[in-house]
Structure formats: structure tokens, C-alpha cells
């Protein structure tokens, strides 16, 4: 690869400091200093530019293409490195971005110095597939880095370990038959993604977050992203860095699994943990309408009001929220998107301190929105973020027993003060009539101590359904509190029976639970309702081992109907097993065959697959995991008798990680993949 001499560089003495191994293990990860401007950021602007944004998602006709256009249209080396020809933004202004940015009531940015492509946006000495060999020649990540710094933004870079470009990354895409892999050589890949990461960390000034990306090919490791995470922590000991620098992430939740954790922070992609991550930094990341990079066609914009919820849905759970953009390849940001940017800094100008330095909501549900919170002097101030304006002029705030300090409602001029009072465990606020804000209006409910909350019991169970009785726990997350329920869907009264053991229920049942104190409520009620169900019927025949597959070619977002395709082979497999295809990201497959129950009772199937699959027992969908992700598990529970029932899954693939996994729970089966002595088909 030629290498230019940009700069005077002692190669010898690079590699040495970048080759070291230091001493600190997982433990030193957290640093509460580090953090504490992240911490307090809560909101940040993600941008996806490079080279994709010339072909702008289209390709010989198909117009679902963006950041991964160079393997989801497989164009060749020589073709896509054309366009650096082409990359002159001559519209970019990072004045304007930043700006943008900053009016929008963010406080950082994360740009893809470098994305899966390989291409470069800042002024590398390691490769010439960078900014600086196209018509624009100007260091993109030297301009916004000025540029935030100047307006009071961190700056910070995203970089992809994965490299489509590098003739020593490993491995190739299956359809890249003209680049051979005789000679290369991944630890001189590694020793050039460090010597690029150093140039970003010590080039640019002070970087808040390196955002590593494309980490989950085999080549990459647990080791390499310990080794990687401790040595660039030396260069900027105030660096953040994400987990994705680490192998062993659970697919898009984005946090990685026990020992195999490296980074700061955990990063659920297009999606919020439903509980958020306990004790755990994270950061959602999410588009505004489909794609990350610019696609022309793409016009399925999330609407201003979806993207204020979810940002206070996710502050509420204590996570930080990462909104993306996709520039034009002229540099200009598309309008819709500067529309709702624009609309969210309007919101952010009066709200912003509902969102800045807060932790997560105290309580578990609020019928109405949500909740953030910040210690004050003696006591705690509550921001009620209210998506639901109650229609009689009363918000109730359940299961709180603080005394009141201040209720103040938050407006353009300031606050203006609330009358509330106490209803048994709940405070009430007086409202006016109509929403100032009708897609989030914030309340501040100031408290004294910290929140001495009561969350609803909860009602616990191994399933919704049963065939001849269930056994319910309830629980409580607060000592000293007694619980007690009903079994006919009333609210429980204190005279209704204590939920002191488990509860056996053999009959359907809507089961109520609430929480008392010295006789008094001081929570709100939590319903459940179990159903008692007969299993499903198996069926009769003559079986042999083995599954029926038909094997199909195409390129789909989200599973076809396999009935109306032809396809390209079908025979027989023992097992669930993707090695019929052909060597092309472009597949997916239909299994067909029964599987044998031991005995009567709730099953549990589960799929985990990239991209998508679903699995039918009989007529009956139990698992949908379709559309295009990386590797999920989603689970479905059926009631089945004893015997043989017809099981049918359908998959799909449409490039990067390839891999199905069909597993099974069940009386007396722990769960585990579905062992070839269940699988059969008709004789």
C-alpha cells in the first residue's frame, strides 16, 4: 500500500507505544470523572458520511441502499474506489453542522472518521483512500473539531474495525472473487488501525468518545479489544471508549455479556432497553428514518413528536441518546432532518433541564409518560414529563409518599407555579384544562429526601397460560409492606387476603395486587390475567429423521412468502443448518418437519438469527424475528400435547453476519437448540 509522507512520523517509535501491553484489567473500565460530562449530556448528534452518500442508496435500479452499498449492491474494489474521484462537498460548512447541533440542544458529535468502506475522512499518513485524494482535499474531522470547540460541543469519532478496503483485513466478502487472501497478513491490519486511531487521538486535540463499530467478525477478538481499549487510554486518560472495542456484544441491545465486557458504555442500536441498563452507562443510537447514510428514496422520517418521546423515554431510563443524520454528498444535511432538529431544540430551550444531568425515573410506570430526576438541596426534584394530558385536570403521581415541597408547571418565561395535594399513596396536581405542550409538557414536582416510592407489586409467573395450574409469585421491591390481592379483578382492599406464599391458580384468572403500609395503600394496584388453555393436538403418521429445506436467492428486507417463489434446491437436512446455501449474502431458506414433544405441557421455541426468521408450529406463529438486524433471540410460548407437530421456519439473509439458531424449553427440557432426535418428517 503506498504510504505518503504528510508528516514526519517515527514509524519505529509508533508502533512500539501502540504495541504495548498494559496492566489494568475490566475493573479500571469505570471512572466516575471520566464520565461525568457524558453523564450530563444525555443528548448527541450521530453522523454517517463518506463516499455511500454519492449513490445516494441507489443501484442499478434498487434504491434500499446506504452506508453498506459497496456489499448490499457487491460492487466491486475498482468501481467503488472511483468515487473518491467524485467526493467533492463543496457545501459543507462544519459552522452551520455544529450550529445545528448545538440548537438542537446537543452537547456532542460522533462522526464516522471511518466506516466499514475503509474511506477516510481526515488527513491519514497510512493510506491514500482518504479525504485528501479526493477534488476536496480539506480534513473534514480538523474543520468540526474546531468548529465544536469553538461553540462549546465534544467532538468525537466513530471508527470501523471492520475494513471492506484494507488488502490485509480478514475476512473478505463471500462475493469478492477477485481479491485474493494469499497475502494478507491481519496483524498488519491491527498495527494500521492503531497507527490511524493514534493519529485521531493526538492529532485533533482532546476527543471525547472513540465509537468503535464492525467488531463482530470472527477475526476480531476479545483479547485485540482489551488490548486495544487499554492502550488508548494511555494516550488520552479522559477518553471514553464504547463496548463495541470488545468482542462478545448481545446483537443490537448493544451491551456485551460478562467477561467479555470492554468499554464504558453499552450502545442498544435502533432500540430501548425496556428497563434501560441498570448500574450501567449506555447510549441509544437510532436513525430518523430508515438508513444511516443518505438515501434519496428514503422519506419514512420519524415524526418530532416520536423523537421527543423517545428522548425522554430514554433519559428516563438512564441512558444518553444518540440521534443520526445521513449528509448529502454535497455536505448539506437533509431538510426533514434539520426540521426536526430544529423543532427539537425549540422543546430543548424550555425542557433542556429535564433531560441535562438527570437519572433515571424512581418509578417503574406512569400511565401518562415519563419521569427524570435531579437531587436538590434537602430533597429531589421530579420532572413529569407528561405525553398524555389528563382530560379532568388532575395528574396523578401513584405510589409516592414525600412530602411536597413545589409544584411549578415549566414554560417558555420560566415556571409557573401548581396547586397538588395528597389522595392516599398518590400526590395530585392540579392541571389546567389543555397541554401548553401537546407533545410533552414538563412539570417539576419538588420533594423533600430522596423518593420514597412504591411501585405496583409484581405479579410473576413462569407464563401467561396453563394447562391444569400455575403457581404466581407477587412481589414487592419495598420491606415491611404487605401485599395483598384479589382473584376477581376488584382493587384490593385491606381486607383482602395477604399474598404470603406462592398463589395456585387452576381456573382463568384476572389477579390484582397492591401494596399497604399500616393499613393503607401506598401503591398502585398491578393486574394479570392467567388463562387456562388445552394443548394443541399432535398428529399422527410414520416419521423419519431429518427436516425438509427449500432453498431460495434474493435480495429482501423482511421475509417473502416462500410459497409463491421457486426454489433454487431443495433435499434433506438433520438439523436446522444453513450449509446448503451457496457462497452469496443474498439467501434464505424454508425448513419443514415435526417436532417431537415428550410429554403434555407450555413450550417455549425460541429463534436467534441474522437477519430474519419466524417459526410456525401447525398454523400457529409462536416466533416472529423477521426483518434485517444483526444476531436476535426472540422467543414464543404454545401449549402442546404429547407427540408429533408440524414445525415449519423461515429465514432470510441479506449480507454482513449469517447464523440461525432454533432452540426449545419445556417440561423436563432445559433450553438448548433442538437436538437431532426431535426433528423429523413424514415417511
Same mark, same amino acid.
Given at each position: 500500500?503506498?504510504?505518503?509522507?504528510?508528516?514526519?512520523?517515527?514509524?519505529?517509535?509508533?508502533?512500539?507505544?501502540?504495541?504495548?501491553?498494559?496492566?489494568?484489567?475490566?475493573?479500571?473500565?469505570?471512572?466516575?470523572?471520566?464520565?461525568?460530562?457524558?453523564?450530563?449530556?444525555?443528548?448527541?448528534?450521530?453522523?454517517?458520511?463518506?463516499?455511500?452518500?454519492?449513490?445516494?442508496?441507489?443501484?442499478?435500479?434498487?434504491?434500499?441502499?446506504?452506508?453498506?452499498?459497496?456489499?448490499?449492491?457487491?460492487?466491486?474494489?475498482?468501481?467503488?474506489?472511483?468515487?473518491?474521484?467524485?467526493?467533492?462537498?463543496?457545501?459543507?460548512?462544519?459552522?452551520?453542522?455544529?450550529?445545528?447541533?448545538?440548537?438542537?440542544?446537543?452537547?456532542?458529535?460522533?462522526?464516522?472518521?471511518?466506516?466499514?468502506?475503509?474511506?477516510?475522512?481526515?488527513?491519514?499518513?497510512?493510506?491514500?483512500?482518504?479525504?485528501?485524494?479526493?477534488?476536496?482535499?480539506?480534513?473534514?474531522?480538523?474543520?468540526?473539531?474546531?468548529?465544536?470547540?469553538?461553540?462549546?460541543?465534544?467532538?468525537?469519532?466513530?471508527?470501523?474495525?471492520?475494513?471492506?478496503?484494507?488488502?490485509?483485513?480478514?475476512?473478505?466478502?463471500?462475493?469478492?472473487?477477485?481479491?485474493?487472501?494469499?497475502?494478507?497478513?491481519?496483524?498488519?491490519?491491527?498495527?494500521?488501525?492503531?497507527?490511524?486511531?493514534?493519529?485521531?487521538?493526538?492529532?485533533?486535540?482532546?476527543?471525547?468518545?472513540?465509537?468503535?463499530?464492525?467488531?463482530?467478525?470472527?477475526?476480531?477478538?476479545?483479547?485485540?479489544?482489551?488490548?486495544?481499549?487499554?492502550?488508548?487510554?494511555?494516550?488520552?486518560?479522559?477518553?471514553?471508549?464504547?463496548?463495541?472495542?470488545?468482542?462478545?456484544?448481545?446483537?443490537?441491545?448493544?451491551?456485551?455479556?460478562?467477561?467479555?465486557?470492554?468499554?464504558?458504555?453499552?450502545?442498544?442500536?435502533?432500540?430501548?432497553?425496556?428497563?434501560?441498563?441498570?448500574?450501567?452507562?449506555?447510549?441509544?443510537?437510532?436513525?430518523?428514518?430508515?438508513?444511516?447514510?443518505?438515501?434519496?428514496?428514503?422519506?419514512?422520517?420519524?415524526?418530532?413528536?416520536?423523537?421527543?418521546?423517545?428522548?425522554?423515554?430514554?433519559?428516563?431510563?438512564?441512558?444518553?441518546?444518540?440521534?443520526?443524520?445521513?449528509?448529502?454528498?454535497?455536505?448539506?444535511?437533509?431538510?426533514?432532518?434539520?426540521?426536526?432538529?430544529?423543532?427539537?431544540?425549540?422543546?430543548?430551550?424550555?425542557?433542556?433541564?429535564?433531560?441535562?444531568?438527570?437519572?433515571?425515573?424512581?418509578?417503574?410506570?406512569?400511565?401518562?409518560?415519563?419521569?427524570?430526576?435531579?437531587?436538590?438541596?434537602?430533597?429531589?426534584?421530579?420532572?413529569?414529563?407528561?405525553?398524555?394530558?389528563?382530560?379532568?385536570?388532575?395528574?396523578?403521581?401513584?405510589?409516592?409518599?414525600?412530602?411536597?415541597?413545589?409544584?411549578?408547571?415549566?414554560?417558555?418565561?420560566?415556571?409557573?407555579?401548581?396547586?397538588?395535594?395528597?389522595?392516599?399513596?398518590?400526590?395530585?396536581?392540579?392541571?389546567?384544562?389543555?397541554?401548553?405542550?401537546?407533545?410533552?409538557?414538563?412539570?417539576?414536582?419538588?420533594?423533600?429526601?430522596?423518593?420514597?416510592?412504591?411501585?405496583?407489586?409484581?405479579?410473576?409467573?413462569?407464563?401467561?397460560?396453563?394447562?391444569?395450574?400455575?403457581?404466581?409469585?407477587?412481589?414487592?421491591?419495598?420491606?415491611?409492606?404487605?401485599?395483598?390481592?384479589?382473584?376477581? %379483578?376488584?382493587?384490593?382492599?385491606?381486607?383482602?387476603? !395477604?399474598? &404470603? @406464599?406462592? $398463589?395456585?391458580?387452576?381456573? +382463568?384468572?384476572?389477579?390484582?395486587?397492591?401494596?399497604?403500609?399500616?393499613?393503607?395503600?401506598?401503591?398502585?394496584?398491578?393486574?394479570?390475567?392467567?388463562?387456562?388453555?388445552?394443548?394443541?393436538?399432535?398428529?399422527?403418521?410414520?416419521?423419519?429423521?431429518?427436516?425438509?429445506?427449500?432453498?431460495?436467492?434474493?435480495?429482501?428486507?423482511?421475509?417473502?412468502?416462500?410459497?409463491?417463489?421457486?426454489?433454487?434446491?431443495?433435499?434433506?437436512?438433520?438439523?436446522?443448518?444453513?450449509?446448503?446455501?451457496?457462497?452469496?449474502?443474498?439467501? %434464505?431458506?424454508?425448513?419443514?418437519?415435526?417436532?417431537? !414433544?415428550? &410429554? @403434555?405441557? $407450555?413450550?417455549?421455541?425460541? +429463534?436467534?438469527?441474522?437477519?430474519?426468521?419466524?417459526?410456525?408450529?401447525?398454523?400457529?406463529?409462536?416466533?416472529?424475528?423477521?426483518?434485517?438486524?444483526?444476531?436476535?433471540?426472540?422467543?414464543?410460548?404454545?401449549?402442546?400435547?404429547?407427540?408429533?407437530?408440524?414445525?415449519?421456519?423461515?429465514?432470510?439473509?441479506?449480507?454482513?453476519?449469517?447464523?440461525?439458531?432454533?432452540?426449545?424449553?419445556?417440561?423436563?427440557?432445559?433450553?438448548?437448540?433442538?437436538?437431532?432426535?426431535?426433528?423429523?418428517?413424514?415417511?
Amino acid at each position: 500500500m503506498k504510504i505518503r509522507n504528510k508528516r514526519i512520523v517515527n514509524n519505529t517509535i509508533l508502533i512500539l507505544m501502540m504495541s504495548q501491553i498494559y496492566a489494568a484489567g475490566p475493573g479500571e473500565i469505570k471512572n466516575a470523572d471520566r464520565m461525568e460530562w457524558w453523564r450530563d449530556a444525555r443528548f448527541g448528534l450521530f453522523i454517517h458520511w463518506g463516499l455511500y452518500a454519492i449513490p445516494a442508496g441507489e443501484w442499478n435500479g434498487e434504491t434500499d441502499h446506504a452506508e453498506w452499498i459497496r456489499t448490499t449492491a457487491q460492487i466491486p474494489l475498482k468501481v467503488y474506489d472511483a468515487f473518491i474521484t467524485q467526493f467533492n462537498p463543496t457545501q459543507f460548512n462544519a459552522e452551520k453542522w455544529v450550529r445545528l447541533a448545538k440548537e438542537a440542544g446537543m452537547k456532542y458529535i460522533v462522526i464516522t472518521s471511518k466506516h466499514h468502506d475503509g474511506f477516510c475522512l481526515f488527513d491519514s499518513d497510512y493510506t491514500d483512500f482518504d479525504v485528501m485524494s479526493t477534488p476536496f482535499r480539506r480534513d473534514i474531522m480538523a474543520e468540526l473539531a474546531a468548529a465544536c470547540r469553538k461553540h462549546g460541543i465534544r467532538i468525537c469519532w466513530y471508527y470501523s474495525i471492520m475494513d471492506w478496503h484494507h488488502p490485509d483485513y480478514l475476512p473478505r466478502r463471500d462475493w469478492e472473487k477477485d481479491r485474493s487472501t494469499d497475502n494478507a497478513e491481519f496483524d498488519r491490519y491491527i498495527q494500521y488501525l492503531k497507527n490511524q486511531l493514534h493519529e485521531l487521538i493526538t492529532n485533533y486535540g482532546d476527543i471525547g468518545v472513540l465509537w468503535f463499530d464492525g467488531e463482530w467478525e470472527s477475526t476480531w477478538n476479545r483479547q485485540y479489544g482489551h488490548d486495544l481499549y487499554k492502550h488508548l487510554r494511555d494516550f488520552q486518560p479522559n477518553l471514553i471508549i464504547n463496548n463495541r472495542v470488545g468482542a462478545g456484544r448481545a446483537g443490537m441491545e448493544g451491551f456485551s455479556r460478562g467477561e467479555e465486557f470492554a468499554g464504558d458504555f453499552g450502545t442498544p442500536e435502533q432500540q430501548i432497553p425496556a428497563t434501560g441498563l441498570p448500574d450501567v452507562d449506555w447510549e441509544t443510537c437510532m436513525t430518523m428514518n430508515d438508513h444511516w447514510g443518505y438515501n434519496k428514496n428514503d422519506h419514512n422520517w420519524k415524526s418530532t413528536t416520536e423523537l421527543l418521546h423517545i428522548l425522554a423515554d430514554v433519559a428516563s431510563k438512564g441512558g444518553n441518546f444518540l440521534l443520526n443524520v445521513g449528509p448529502t454528498a454535497e455536505g448539506l444535511i437533509p431538510l426533514p432532518a434539520i426540521n426536526r432538529l430544529e423543532a427539537m431544540g425549540k422543546w430543548m430551550k424550555t425542557n433542556g433541564e429535564s433531560i441535562y444531568g438527570t437519572k433515571a425515573s424512581p418509578f417503574k410506570y406512569l400511565p401518562w409518560g415519563r419521569c427524570t430526576q435531579k437531587a436538590i438541596l434537602n430533597g429531589t426534584r421530579l420532572y413529569l414529563h407528561v405525553f398524555e394530558w389528563p382530560e379532568n385536570g388532575k395528574l396523578v403521581v401513584p405510589g409516592i409518599l414525600n412530602q411536597i415541597r413545589e409544584v411549578c408547571l415549566l414554560t417558555e418565561s420560566g415556571a409557573d407555579t401548581l396547586k397538588a395535594c395528597r389522595e392516599e399513596d398518590a400526590i395530585v396536581i392540579q392541571t389546567q384544562h389543555s397541554a401548553p405542550d401537546t407533545i410533552n409538557t414538563v412539570i417539576m414536582l419538588d420533594i423533600y429526601g430522596k423518593p420514597d416510592i412504591y411501585n405496583p407489586p409484581e405479579i410473576i409467573a413462569d407464563f401467561d397460560i396453563f394447562l391444569d395450574e400455575i403457581k404466581v409469585k407477587i412481589l414487592s421491591d419495598r420491606e415491611n409492606i404487605d401485599i395483598r390481592y384479589t382473584v376477581d %379483578g376488584s382493587i384490593p382492599s385491606v381486607k383482602s387476603p !395477604l399474598a &404470603q @406464599d406462592l $398463589i395456585r391458580l387452576s381456573e +382463568t384468572t384476572v389477579l390484582t395486587a397492591r401494596c399497604f403500609r399500616d393499613d393503607k395503600a401506598v401503591s398502585a394496584a398491578t393486574r394479570h390475567t392467567y388463562t387456562k388453555v388445552r394443548p394443541y393436538a399432535a398428529v399422527a403418521g410414520i416419521f423419519d429423521p431429518g427436516l425438509h429445506y427449500a432453498y431460495f436467492e434474493g435480495k429482501w428486507d423482511s421475509l417473502p412468502d416462500y410459497t409463491a417463489l421457486a426454489p433454487i434446491k431443495e433435499s434433506m437436512v438433520a438439523n436446522f443448518d444453513l450449509g446448503p446455501r451457496k457462497q452469496t449474502d443474498f439467501f %434464505g431458506f424454508q425448513y419443514q418437519g415435526y417436532v417431537y !414433544l415428550p &410429554q @403434555d405441557g $407450555i413450550y417455549e421455541f425460541y +429463534t436467534a438469527s441474522d437477519d430474519g426468521s419466524r417459526l410456525y408450529i401447525g398454523k400457529n406463529l409462536v416466533v416472529d424475528n423477521n426483518g434485517r438486524h444483526g444476531m436476535q433471540e426472540k422467543r414464543g410460548v404454545i401449549p402442546l400435547e404429547k407427540g408429533y407437530h408440524p414445525i415449519l421456519v423461515d429465514f432470510f439473509e441479506k449480507t454482513g453476519g449469517e447464523n440461525l439458531i432454533v432452540s426449545i424449553k419445556g417440561p423436563g427440557i432445559a433450553k438448548q437448540a433442538i437436538p437431532d432426535s426431535m426433528i423429523f418428517h413424514l415417511k
